[in-house]
């Protein structure tokens, strides 16, 4: 009967230093799903910014150059040895002065939404009293030219912006 109620008594005693522990972790486990949704609201954006963009720039293109490009994008895809830069080196010599700087501009605008969107995604993610994330730069090296812009905006989706 003693260690009856002991053991209740330590229940007892317990009860609210369980119930504070329960609650801590009740935010944590809550938190995740509210996270996995601001993943996938993100994810979308880029998705939209990403076809946005592939629309501004196809739109940028005269219908023949639009043609010509299809053309190389499709001779790229069915290369037994495909060589990115010698086809953006095609698409390069195609294009018109102001197709090229459309191109250009697109692409930068495009990267610019995506980095707000980021930093934005990482101001969101980030705890109340901790630091500021630091993001590193992607695609410091990456060719800045027209054809391999249009080429990495037509070939590759949102996760594949910055490498092809």
Partial sequence: MKK??????L???LVPSIAL???NAAPNSRAMPARMAQFQQAHERMRQLHQQARSQVLASLSAAHKQAVANIVGQLAISASPNPDAAARQINALLTPSESQSVVRIHNGLRSQMQSLMQSLH???QPAAGAPPR???QG???STDAG????KLLVGGPGMHHGM
Avoid: F, S, W
Wanted: hydrophobic content about 60%; overall charge negative.
């Fill in 21 to 23: 522990a329960d609650e």
């Fill in 135 to 137: 993001l590193e730069r």
């Fill in 123 to 125: 101001a969101q993610m």
């Fill in 148 to 151: 391999h812009l249009l080429l």
């Fill in 11 to 13: 229940a007892v005693l």
């Fill in 140 to 142: 410091m090296n990456e």
């Fill in 4 to 9: 009856l109620l002991a053991t209740l008594g």
